[in-house]
Nanobody, 119 residues
């Protein structure tokens, strides 16, 4: 079973920066997409960023000018650099890995890391 281990969450002031990291273990199906989603309080989970094995990125509309996702395919990691953080960025951030086949998706989630943007 794939394991995703996240780190880097915490409390940051508005306008500040934060870097999240996620490492994947026991990955046997390739290629796969890695990325980040978030779930603000009382809201549904939403896309932050994904990165394909080839390095193609996709960003959520609410963050795409302020975040950069990067992936290391050798170490099986994906990082998320977030800048100019706003209070509305407060959420639990989840690492995601998905391997897509013609018949089904194999999708895995991390346990989540809390990001709180507040003064």
């Amino acid at each position: 079973q794939v394991q995703l281990v996240e780190s880097g969450g915490g409390l940051v002031q508005p306008g500040g920066s934060l870097r999240l990291s996620c490492a994947a273990f026991k990955v046997i199906r390739t290629p796969y997409i890695m990325g980040w989603y978030r779930q603000p309080p009382g809201n549904q989970r939403e896309l932050v960023a994904t990165v394909t094995s080839g390095g193609v990125t996709n960003y959520g509309d609410s963050v795409k000018d302020r975040v950069t996702a990067s992936r290391d395919t050798v170490r099986n990691t994906v990082d998320l650099q977030m800048n100019s953080l706003k209070p509305e960025d407060t959420a639990v951030y989840y690492c995601n890995l998905v391997h897509r086949t013609a018949s089904r998706d194999y999708e895995y989630w991390g346990q989540g890391t809390q990001v709180t943007v507040s003064s």
